[in-house]
């Protein structure tokens, strides 16, 4: 896939977990219902669905690709490549890494924007 495609989603991604971030399911609803990813009645989303409503949204070619090579790219900044062959897919990985306890919003926009320059060969 396209480097610049994948930064693209991934910038778009950031966009989303800046406005709102949220464990366990891919988006939420102002009262904290589950939602899927593209609901537009979506006000927070985890890292996985970040992504997926970000390629969905950004017209491209396979979205679902997209959505796996991106989540791959994070995966492997995170250093969870062998994870991820393990479960069997890079969203299943970096879902489990989203869904911590201890982990904060912060720390998943700072991984996408320093994934993003790394695809982006700015990193």
């Known amino acids: 896939m396209n480097n610049d495609v994948i930064a693209g989603v991934l910038n778009k991604a950031v966009g ?31 890292a996985v669905g970040a992504v997926q409503r970000a390629a969905l949204f950004m017209d491209t070619y396979n979205a679902h690709q997209v959505v796996e090579d991106a989540c791959g790219e994070v995966c ?7 994870d991820s062959y393990l479960r069997g897919s890079f ?3 970096l879902s489990s890494w989203n869904d911590k306890p201890e982990r904060t919003q912060e720390e998943v926009v700072a991984i996408f924007k320093k994934t993003a320059l790394v695809v982006g060969g700015d990193g």
């Open 91 to 93: 969203q299943s990985t």
């Open 16 to 46: 989303y977990l800046e406005r709102g971030w949220c464990r366990v399911d891919f988006a939420r609803d102002v009262l904290g219902q589950s939602l899927y990813s593209s609901d537009g009645r979506a006000v927070c989303w985890c």
């Open 76 to 82: 492997k900044v995170l250093g969870l490549i062998k």
